[in-house]
């Protein structure tokens, strides 16, 4: 069964502090991999996509890389206002369907 | 450029109704996905629609149905509520089924509450 498992579960920095998110997935011919990024109440917002094993991306502090079984999200000297719950999701082969992990609340404290 | 939208943002119903949730994709994207997105829980996919068709489906039962119209607006209906209905609904949009790229855009969502 495809599977998408995201650690820690949440996380608690101080400001500056940097450190990683990890998403693990067990699904047969990735097509991408995507990172989503969710204020309470709120829908996701879309950050990166990430296709083949070896990828990063980055966008201000946030650096988003893929091995063959799993993703990681580096957060580098984190804000307060970085603070939210950052997702995880798969696409399989030429299955159109996302399956997403429980996401790991990110708390950045001043 | 408009992002998706959704309708209404809060609705309270009793158990047995029915309800309708609306959705306008982003401005270019013509496939819509809905989500439900129970608290603390990733989003669960219900199904998609493209050129105004149920393209593909997730393991929610028949009570949940849905339609997408000619400008690729959206509305996702649940009959006989439950419960455990109760839940963030949301709707996303992207651009067509097949390209390399596949990010999908999401609207603030619906949250409903069953009584």
Same mark, same amino acid.
């Given at each position: 069964?495809?599977?998408? #498992? ?13 450190? @990683? ?20 109440? !709120? ?5 990166? #996509? ?14 988003? +890389?893929? +091995?063959? !079984?799993? @993703?990681?999200?580096?957060? +580098?000297?984190? !804000?307060?206002?970085? @603070?939210? +719950? ?17 996401? #790991?609340?990110?708390?950045? !404290?001043? | 450029?408009?992002?998706? *939208?959704? &309708?209404? %943002?809060? $609705? ?7 309800? %309708? $949730? ?16 129970? $608290? ?32 690729? &607006? &959206? ?5 006989? /509520? ?5 839940? /963030?609904? $949301?709707?996303?949009?992207? =651009?067509? /089924?097949?390209? %390399? &790229? ?9 949250? =409903? %509450?069953? *009584?």
């Amino acid at each position: 069964e495809d599977q998408v #498992t995201q650690s820690p579960e949440a996380l608690r920095l101080q400001e500056g502090e940097s450190s @990683s998110l990890n998403c693990s997935y067990t699904v047969s011919g990735l097509r991408g991999l995507f990172w989503y990024r969710q204020d309470p109440g !709120k829908g996701p917002e879309f950050l990166f #996509t990430l296709y083949s094993a070896g990828e990063e991306k980055e966008k201000e502090r946030l650096k988003a +890389t893929l +091995t063959k !079984k799993e @993703s990681f999200l580096h957060i +580098t000297a984190p !804000k307060p206002e970085d @603070s939210a +719950t950052y997702l995880c999701a798969v696409q399989e082969g030429s299955n159109y369907q996302l399956i997403w992990g429980a996401g #790991t609340k990110l708390i950045i !404290k001043p | 450029d408009a992002g998706v *939208t959704q &309708s209404p %943002t809060h $609705l309270i119903k009793t158990r047995g109704q029915q309800v %309708t $949730l609306r959705c306008s994709p982003k401005s270019g994207h013509d496939t819509v996905s809905w989500y439900q997105q129970a $608290l603390g829980q990733g989003p669960q996919f219900i199904f998609q629609y493209y050129e105004e068709e149920e393209r593909q489906r997730g393991n929610f039962p028949d009570r949940f149905s849905g339609h997408q119209f000619p400008n690729y &607006s &959206s509305e996702l209906n649940v009959n006989a /509520l439950l419960l455990g209905d109760s839940a /963030l609904y $949301l709707c996303a949009s992207s =651009l067509g /089924l097949a390209g %390399t &790229s596949y990010e999908q855009y999401f609207g603030p969502g619906t949250r =409903l %509450t069953v *009584t």
